[in-house]
């Protein structure tokens, strides 16, 4: 979305003085609800949470993607959109520690999208589906004049009472992230300068932004373990997922810029670019990967843990503390991190 | 959509040689699918059925609206956007029987979206909720550069075993209808029609494409009485709605010009246009009236159901009988009966 500042500072009625957390904010608070004694979470976090048995939650998430908005036909082809698609909604499931199981798909096309274009989006979401163990239970197809428009609902379980929320993390807990933030970001820049996506270090980071993979395996036994107090996904950028988590917890977060993993790549093209890696990593988004926090009394059982389930490198970044907001400590000094991720509306 | 034949016959590779009917049994058959004895119902019909527990199988259901395709300015005010997103879902419920319960959001808007029209559709969304007793439980915001999209999953219950499917209408049963199908095709051509708007016959055609009322209660109380073989929601016409009934049931339908229920303003409203009235009931679409299928030793109590529990006027319109296809008997004469109801990328 565009960086212009008077986009920002638009005095007008519109959305783009809420954001998107404004928005959703309202929904919740202006939206229907009663008191449901089965619904164990609403609004505000990855998955809604359902009771319906005495042993299973239901977790429950939807996802849109957007033509120009999310992706154009330069950054991501059909395959990869029916992959990303599915992606994002399990990666909602794996942030709550939960087993994804059955999804619901809404395709808006237009009348011109050719046959080939939804055999390659069905061949990248049967890709995914299989490796998780998802079936396609029901959908909707459309007519969309105004471009290619994709939701898609999963449902997954988790035991009961096991999910893990948004609100849980703790003073001085240590805060978590799986894998290399920021690769997604450093994808999608090279696949809009058509130049630079033709160099030996484009593979791995258009991978990460094309068909990243959901941290299945290891949200469910960060889950299981009980040693996980807070988790979310990495959507929207570092910035924004850990300033919900603080929000929510009413805790704040101290995280150092040093300790933030930047892959090789990510640096490759930043040195050639001449941006700093750390931007893609904090504001980026859509690398859907795990922010979690921890005791710092169990980092050792937590390293161990994500070694034997995953192979996938996990890394400490901060902590939680007790002034709200989130810090980030650089070589300059300490520095206020506002929610620079990926935020619609508000310019982010 | 456009009527225009060279859009029709395109021999090109494109969506509109398919149909909708043609993308979903595409989507079903090539999609991701595995064994799982919980799906009782996959794609194919009006809701998902998944056996959940050992008294109640889940409901699921979800439906896109998209601007240009489904509404305009003109035709549907925020307010009444809010409650239609609800109301197709709902009525999808309606048709298998059941109870809705829960709701997830996802509202992809522009950013110069004003505050106004968020409010605006949120009091139209409660307004139906609220009536149906459902809650919204999740739900996701996105920016939209491509004008607004609205797609809402809707989950229900129904006692486990209980849904009524599309697929068992039996031969000799009568096919009857809810309400007066077609007012919300007039009601959408009065609405594109500004002058005719004003006029005094406006007010239940209007209400009935703007606000339509899923019938829950009667959909229920008739999967209760187990006397109904079959039932779909008129959402996309008479034609095509029964054609989808017949085909999955493996039989076929007469049906009478003559006893389809007709309003009295959309007579008056087809006289002063100059429109045949029976087209719109037809082929018109987004009714939200329930159509089902039961033996013929069963009218009275079918009958005496609809009076006691929802006042809702109930027609028999024809019957099913063995030979595939919908035929329709009119003063002239039988003529086969094509899904003409409005179905995406077919140009119908």
Redesign the interface.
């Known amino acids: 979305?565009s960086n212009n500042r008077t986009?920002r500072s638009s005095p007008s009625?519109?959305?783009?003085g809420?954001g998107?957390a404004g928005?959703?904010e309202?929904?919740r608070l202006?939206?229907?609800?009663?008191e449901?004694p089965?619904?164990l979470q609403?609004?505000g976090d990855d998955?809604?949470v359902?009771k319906?048995?005495d042993t299973d939650d239901?977790l429950?998430?939807?996802?849109?993607m957007?033509?120009?908005?999310?992706f154009t036909e330069q950054t991501l082809p059909p395959d990869a959109m029916g992959w990303k698609a599915l992606a994002t909604n399990i990666s909602d499931v794996a942030a709550m520690g939960g087993t994804p199981?059955?999804?619901?798909?809404?395709?808006?096309?237009?009348?011109?999208?050719?046959?080939?274009f939804?055999?390659a989006f069905?061949s990248g979401?049967?890709d995914l589906?299989?490796k998780s163990?998802?079936?396609?239970?029901?959908?909707?197809?459309?007519?969309?004049?105004?471009?290619c428009?994709i939701?898609l609902?999963l449902?997954g379980e988790c035991p009961h009472g096991r999910a893990v929320y948004r609100h849980g993390a703790r003073l001085q807990d240590d805060v978590w992230v799986t894998g290399y933030p920021g690769n997604s970001a450093g994808g999608l820049a090279l696949l809009k300068e058509k130049g630079l996506s033709r160099s030996h270090v484009a593979t791995s980071l258009v991978t990460a932004h094309q068909r990243p993979n959901p941290r299945l395996d290891l949200g469910k036994s960060l889950a299981r373990s009980n040693l996980v107090h807070a988790m979310i996904d990495l959507s929207d950028g570092i910035s924004t997922d850990l300033w919900h988590v603080c929000r929510q917890s009413r805790v704040g977060a101290t995280i150092e810029a040093a300790t933030i993993p930047i892959s090789e790549d990510l640096k490759g093209l930043g040195d050639r670019v001449g941006t700093s890696p750390l931007v893609w990593a904090l504001h980026g988004g859509e690398d859907y990967e795990l922010l979690f926090t921890a005791s710092k009394s169990h980092r050792n059982e937590i390293e161990m843990l994500a070694t034997s389930v995953s192979g996938i490198p996990i890394h400490r970044i901060g902590k939680i503390v007790e002034e709200a907001g989130v810090s980030l400590v650089t070589e300059e000094g300490m520095i206020e991190l506002a929610p620079g991720g990926y935020s619609?509306?508000s310019?982010g």
């Not at 429950?60 to 849109?64: K, L, Q, S, W, Y």
């Open positions: 979305m986009d009625n519109d959305l783009s809420l998107e928005i959703i309202w929904i202006n939206g229907p609800t009663r449901d089965r619904l609403g609004i998955c809604a359902l319906y048995t239901l429950v998430t939807i996802d849109t957007v033509e120009g908005t999310h199981k059955t999804a619901f798909l809404s395709l808006g096309l237009s009348r011109k999208t050719s046959k080939e939804i055999e069905l979401l049967n589906a299989q163990d998802v079936v396609l239970a029901g959908g909707d197809t459309i007519e969309s004049r105004i471009g428009v939701t609902t449902i619609h509306f310019g």
